[in-house]
Every structure is written in structure tokens, then in C-alpha cells.
């Protein structure tokens, strides 16, 4: 009875300390080994329009990305806190109908479904968003300014047949412009997720997307010209990958390839990348895992100062566990991924470069994280601060910049 009254409090004062302060995106899959190539989750409906039919009649939305300012770590980070809101959060629904209405086995089959999500931040935007890592405007000593683009919406539809195969579009938009800036994002994707056999199922996905970066170089010394980052420049992604069932592990066997090609400054910047791979999900008890090995490569090539080649080949090794713990409603989520790659820049003077240790981005090794799901329909999901452990949940050691950094949520009506 004190063991079980114990375990209670515990809970509430870690309950407590995560509910302080809880912001985030695509929370289950960045605490699962930072991407989703090998199992199924509700964002997939992004990369695959067809997988939306796997999620009928649901909200979905994601209260922003909460990301430390400068001054918010050192020796006074508990004095130069502010408050502010998070980054990037997102919103919207999926409608669906049935067309087997008199269905007396519960088989919704045919299904037709609607979705729209508004704001969401497609990673596309990197390339001419001057605030991203990838901002393609940078070349020697010039920077390019641009607007950032407004909008941001996703609209996608899908129909699924009674045996089960599913096909799907989806467009993304945003957009900015104005005189003497624009940008501008359209991007278009078709998919299928179709079984070829009784325990086999194939995913593949086509993406085409036509970037718009108008602005200015910022430098006082230079002309006010108009400099295009991409004039309708076309990128293109192809995905794929087969769910194939194992019985005798009570999970599935994925193959993955994914091939995508940027164009960027009217083709004078291009980049290619490829990754291919396998991996397992296995359901366990109360939880599930999943796991894969990657080869990748990856290469960009710049013709605006000289012509310069880079390249890099290497891999990936990711994993991820989530298990309810405790009660059947509280489900705990660890993932990593490590990426390792050899970088040429077209001589003998080559390197190895692997992905950040522990910088508390979305692409660092490790990753913790929590999620609540009442009756399978309403879930919440959350990515913890790597550091909270060391801190007991901030309750008794100090001020933290934050606790959680993103969280998200859906409910299934």
C-alpha cells in the first residue's frame, strides 16, 4: 500500500513539473528517433496524402515549438527569463464519410475524407526563410532579404476502397508578396497505400514543389536590384516503402528509399539526397518498438561562386520505445539517432561529421518524451527537455529555461 501511495506522489509532482510549462511539434515522432520513415504516425498524413484515411473524423493541432533566446542559459538564467509564446504552432481537422452506411459490421469502407491544416511550417520553407540553418541567400559576404511568407495551408483529400487500398492529394501553400519582395511556396503530392498481399502493404508518395524567393541584398553598400533565391524554381521528392507482416514478431518488415532533388537560383544550386534502408516495428507488451539502418547520400552543388561540389555518403542508426507505464493512459517514449557521414568537398581534403550529441534541437542524438491517450481517442504528446531529470522536474533545484519544448495533440471524434 506505501509503495503504491508512493508511486502516486511521484507521479503527480512529475506530472506537475512537465504541465508548467508544455510547448511542442510532431512530439510522438521527434521523441521516437527523430523521423517516422519506418512506422506510421498522423504527420505521415504530410508525406502521404492517402494516409489520411487511417485518421477519420480528428482535430489536430500543435501549440508551437518553445526554444530558449540568448540570455536564457548561464549563471542568471532564472533572472533573464521572459515570458513569450512558442513558435510555429498549428491547427485543423479531418472530416471523413462513410459511403457504407448500412454496414452492419462497423466497416466504414468506402471512405471519402477532407482535411485542412492551417500554419503549419513545411520544412521547404528553410530554403528561403531568412531566419532557417538551410537559408539559401547566403553566398561569400552577401545575404539576401527576404519576407518571411504567410498563410501556410494544407488541404488534402483521400478515398479509401472497400479492400482496403487508399490514394490521396495534397497541396501546401504560402505566400508573400509584394513590390520588391516575394515569397512564395506551392507545393503539390499525390500517394497510395495499397495491399499487394494479404499481410503486405505498399506506401509510396511523389512530391513537386515550386519555390518563389524574391528580395534585395542587405548590405548598405549594394544595389537595391531584385535577386531571386528561386524564380519558380521546381524541387522534387519521391518516397517509398513496404509493410510487410511478421507473424512471429507481431510487427512488420519496412524497406525505405526516399530520393529528393532541390533547384534553387534557377538551377545554378542544386541539391540531391538519398536514403535507403531497413528497419523492424515490433508490438510489444503495453508499448511498441522500432528500429533501422540507413545508408545515405547526400550532395549540393553551388555554380554562383565558381562551381563548387560538395558531397557526403554515410548512415544512420535510429530506434525508438514508447510503453504505457503506471496506468494505461500514460504512455513514456525514448529515441535515438545517430548519423554519421563522410563530407568531400570535391578533393582530397575530406572529413567525418556525425549529427549534434546534445544541443537540444530536433536533430541531436537522444530524445525523452511523454504522452497521455484517454480512451484512444484524445492524445497529447510532449518532447521533455533533456536536461529535466538532473533537475527533479525544476520543483527543487533552481530555474530552468523550460521543461518540455513541444507538445501536440489530437482528439478523434
Not at 532564472?78 to 462497423?106: A, H, M, V, W
Not at 469502407?109 to 538551410?134: E, H, K, T, V, W
Not at 495534397?170 to 494479404?198: C, L, R
Not at 538551377?267 to 522500432?290: E, M, P, Q, R, S
Amino acid at each position: 500500500m506505501e509503495d503504491v501511495f508512493m508511486k502516486r506522489i511521484i507521479s503527480l509532482i512529475m506530472a506537475a513539473g512537465f504541465c508548467a510549462s508544455c510547448f511542442a511539434t510532431d512530439a510522438r515522432v521527434l521523441t521516437m528517433g527523430r523521423h517516422d520513415d519506418f512506422f506510421m504516425d498522423d504527420i505521415s498524413i504530410f508525406r502521404n496524402p492517402a494516409n489520411i484515411n487511417y485518421y477519420p473524423n480528428m482535430l489536430m493541432g500543435s501549440m508551437g515549438v518553445y526554444m530558449p533566446e540568448k540570455g536564457d542559459t548561464g549563471d542568471y538564467a532564472g533572472l533573464q527569463r521572459k515570458n513569450r509564446d512558442p513558435l510555429k504552432p498549428f491547427g485543423g481537422t479531418i472530416l471523413s464519410y462513410s459511403l457504407n452506411q448500412s454496414s452492419e459490421g462497423g466497416n466504414q469502407y468506402p471512405l471519402l475524407s477532407i482535411g485542412a491544416i492551417f500554419n503549419r511550417y513545411d520544412y521547404m520553407l528553410d530554403y528561403i526563410s531568412p531566419q532557417s540553418d538551410l537559408f539559401s541567400g547566403t553566398f561569400g559576404n552577401n545575404r539576401y532579404h527576404l519576407l518571411d511568407p504567410v498563410g501556410k495551408i494544407d488541404v488534402i483529400i483521400g478515398y479509401a476502397f472497400p479492400n482496403g487500398g487508399m490514394i490521396g492529394a495534397g497541396g501546401y501553400f504560402a505566400f508573400q508578396d509584394s513590390t520588391q519582395f516575394s515569397s512564395n511556396i506551392y507545393k503539390g503530392n499525390v500517394g497510395i497505400n495499397w495491399p499487394i498481399e494479404k499481410s503486405m502493404n505498399v506506401e509510396a508518395s511523389i512530391d513537386v514543389t515550386s519555390l518563389e524567393g524574391k528580395g534585395v541584398i542587405d548590405s548598405a553598400q549594394a544595389s537595391n536590384a531584385d535577386v531571386y533565391i528561386a524564380n519558380n524554381d521546381v524541387s522534387v521528392k519521391g518516397d517509398i516503402r513496404l509493410f510487410s507482416a511478421l507473424t512471429s514478431f507481431n510487427g512488420d518488415f519496412i524497406p525505405h528509399l526516399g530520393i529528393e532533388r532541390i533547384k534553387l537560383f534557377k538551377g545554378k544550386y542544386t541539391a540531391l539526397d538519398v536514403a535507403g534502408g531497413l528497419g523492424i516495428n515490433i508490438n510489444i507488451d503495453k508499448g511498441f518498438f522500432w528500429a533501422a539502418l540507413e545508408g545515405i547520400y547526400e550532395s549540393s552543388e553551388n555554380k554562383l561562386n565558381g562551381d563548387s561540389l560538395k558531397s557526403g555518403i554515410g548512415g544512420r542508426i535510429s530506434a525508438g520505445l514508447e510503453r504505457n507505464v503506471i496506468w494505461d493512459w500514460w504512455v513514456w517514449r525514448i529515441g535515438v539517432n545517430k548519423k554519421i557521414m563522410y563530407l568531400s568537398n570535391g578533393d582530397d581534403n575530406g572529413y567525418w561529421s556525425q549529427n549534434p550529441e546534445a544541443d537540444a534541437s530536433d536533430n541531436d542524438f537522444f530524445a525523452f518524451g511523454w504522452g497521455l491517450n484517454i480512451d484512444n481517442r484524445f492524445k497529447v504528446d510532449a518532447v521533455i527537455a533533456e536536461d529535466v531529470f538532473y533537475t527533479f522536474t525544476n520543483l527543487v533545484s533552481g530555474a530552468m529555461h523550460h521543461l518540455t519544448n513541444r507538445i501536440t495533440a489530437t482528439y478523434s471524434f
